[in-house]
C-alpha cells in the first residue's frame, strides 16, 4: 500500500524567499508521484508530476520537485516565493496495477502563507 | 471544454435527510472517484469506478452510494446525512490511455449537515 507524509500543516514564508514543502513517501513499487495546488475554494490544480523519467521535474509557476529514491522523498520548491503563491499543497502517490490504476493517495496537505 | 463539473455546489441537510451529488465528465474518462477533504485530513477516497456500470469501496465508503449508470457520469448518494458528513466533496477522473494516472478535478460539492 502506499501512503505519502507531508511534513508541516502550515509553511510560512517572505515574498522573495525560497519555498520548500515536504513529501515522504511510501511504496512497494516505484512510484507516480503528484503535487497539487489548491486555491481557496476551488478543485485541485496539477503542479507537477515525476512518472520515472527525470528526477527533477519541473512544473507550472515555477515551482519544481527532485525524486529522491534513497530518502523516498518529493519535496516541493521555488526559490522565490510570490503573493500568489498563497494557497494549499498536496503531495500524492499514484496506485499500481489492476483496479488501483489511477487512485491517487493523498497527504495532509501543507498550507502555504507569503507574507508581504 | 468544461471538464470535469459538479452539481450541486453548495447544499445544507438536516441529519437524516437524503441527497445525491452529480458528477459529469466531458473527457470521455474510464475512471471517475469521489473524494471528500476534511481540514487536516487531505483527501479520502470514498468510491471509485473503473468503467460503465461498475464501482468499488474506496478509504471511506460508509454512508455513502454510487452508480455509475453512463460513463460519463458518476453519482455519489447519500442515503440518510450525518453532521460527520459534513465536508467538501471533490471529483475526479482520468483515462486509462494516460500511463500517468494524473487526475482530474471538479471544483467541489460543498456540504454542510446540521
Known amino acids: 500500500a502506499q501512503s505519502v507524509t507531508q511534513l508541516g500543516s502550515h509553511v510560512s514564508v517572505s515574498e522573495g524567499a525560497l519555498v520548500l514543502l515536504r513529501c515522504n513517501y511510501s511504496s512497494s513499487v516505484p512510484p507516480y508521484l503528484f503535487w497539487y495546488v489548491q486555491y481557496p475554494n476551488q478543485g485541485l490544480q496539477l503542479l507537477l508530476k515525476y512518472t520515472s523519467a527525470a528526477t527533477l521535474v519541473k512544473g507550472i509557476n515555477g515551482f519544481e520537485a527532485e525524486f529522491k529514491k534513497s530518502e523516498t522523498s518529493f519535496h516541493l520548491t521555488k526559490p522565490s516565493a510570490h503573493m500568489s503563491d498563497a494557497a494549499e499543497y498536496f503531495c500524492?502517490?499514484?496506485?499500481?496495477?489492476?483496479?488501483?490504476?489511477?487512485?491517487?493517495?493523498f497527504g495532509q496537505g501543507t498550507i502555504l502563507t507569503v507574507h508581504p | 471544454n468544461a471538464g470535469v463539473t459538479q452539481t450541486p455546489k453548495f447544499r445544507v441537510l438536516k441529519t437524516g435527510q437524503s441527497m445525491t451529488l452529480l458528477c459529469a465528465q466531458d473527457m470521455n474518462h474510464e475512471y471517475m472517484y469521489w473524494y471528500r477533504q476534511d481540514p487536516g485530513m487531505g483527501l479520502r477516497l470514498i468510491h471509485y469506478s473503473v468503467g460503465e456500470g461498475t464501482t468499488a469501496k474506496g478509504e471511506v465508503p460508509d454512508g455513502y452510494n454510487v452508480s455509475r449508470l453512463k460513463k460519463q457520469n458518476f453519482l455519489l448518494g447519500l442515503e440518510s446525512a450525518a453532521p460527520s458528513q459534513t465536508s467538501v466533496y471533490f471529483c475526479?477522473?482520468?483515462?486509462?490511455?494516460?500511463?500517468?494516472?494524473?487526475?482530474?478535478f471538479g471544483e467541489g460539492s460543498r456540504l454542510t449537515v446540521l
Open positions: 475526479a477522473s482520468t483515462s486509462l490511455g494516460r500511463n500517468t494516472g494524473e487526475l482530474f
Open positions: 500524492a502517490v499514484r496506485g499500481t496495477g489492476g483496479t488501483s490504476y489511477g487512485k491517487l493517495t
